[in-house]
């Protein structure tokens, strides 16, 4: 069966966005550190179209496994984007431009129905009223045998962490305080202990703790 992975950025402090989130900071006030490390990878470059640019390395193959195609990729409504409560009449299509990096299903996790959003390079984004056992479900049906990617955010990851359901979770630590924002682990109700620490490799702009499901 495919399975059900994760990767995120996550401040020393145990923030994976700042506060108050916004159009012109996605990731929060000061969240955009988080990504410092990716955004100068040869993976991240190719993925914004200019594949011959970007630095090589350790980081770079962490970015590659990150940034690879999955068959479907399930978020939270604050990933996709800032607007909250009813849609509204503006036509937000999410942050990525016409061409999200996706290139499958996106199942988007929201109280507020909307319709499918088609867009181009193979994203379709997909809102989910119906929680996330059923988010999960419809990403199984699209991603046939291809592994399905938690795209984030905090509140997103903390469900199917809390639920069992994650088979393999990648943090990347930066040595940044963000002091407040979005906390990855909390509302767990214990800690996660069926996913083992299977490695950890560091760079000076992040450590990688990679755990995989206990057999
Ligand atoms: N550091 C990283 O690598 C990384 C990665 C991904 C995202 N992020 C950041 O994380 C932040 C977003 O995280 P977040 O924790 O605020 O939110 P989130 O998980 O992206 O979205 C939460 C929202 O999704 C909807 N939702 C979640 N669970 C639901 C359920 N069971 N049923 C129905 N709707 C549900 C609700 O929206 P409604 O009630 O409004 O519909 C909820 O407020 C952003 O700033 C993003 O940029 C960081």
């Known amino acids: 069966m495919s399975k059900l992975r ?3 950025s996550m401040s020393l402090d145990g923030y994976v966005a700042g506060p108050n989130q916004s159009r012109d900071e996605p990731l ?27 630095e090589t390395g350790l980081d770079n193959d962490r970015a590659s496994v990150w940034a690879q195609t999955y068959g479907a990729t399930i978020m939270g409504r604050n990933m996709f984007g800032p607007i909250r409560g009813d849609w509204g009449a503006e036509e937000w299509k999410g942050w990525w431009g016409d061409n999200p990096p996706y290139h499958s299903p996106v199942f988007v996790l929201t109280h507020h129905p909307h319709e499918p959003i088609e867009m181009e ?3 379709t984004f997909h809102f989910v009223t119906q929680g996330p056992e059923e988010a999960l479900e419809q990403a199984r049906d699209a991603a ?15 469900q199917y962490l809390r639920a069992g359901l994650v088979d393999e979770m990648e943090i990347h630590v930066v040595p940044k305080l963000l002091g407040a924002g979005e906390r990855l682990f909390a509302n767990l109700d214990g800690p996660p202990d069926y996913l083992k620490p299977v490695e950890v490799l560091g760079s000076p702009r992040a450590a990688h703790f990679r755990y995989v499901r206990a057999a």
């Not at 046939?144 to 903390?158: F, L, Y």
């Open 28 to 54: 929060g006030v000061g969240g955009e550190d988080l990504h410092d490390w990716v955004v100068r990878t040869r993976a991240f470059k190719a993925m914004s179209g200019n594949p011959d640019e970007g």
């Open 144 to 158: 046939g045998v291809r592994d399905i990617n938690i795209g984030g955010g905090a509140a997103t990851a903390q």
């Open 6 to 8: 994760f990767n995120i």
């Open 121 to 123: 390079g193979g994203t």
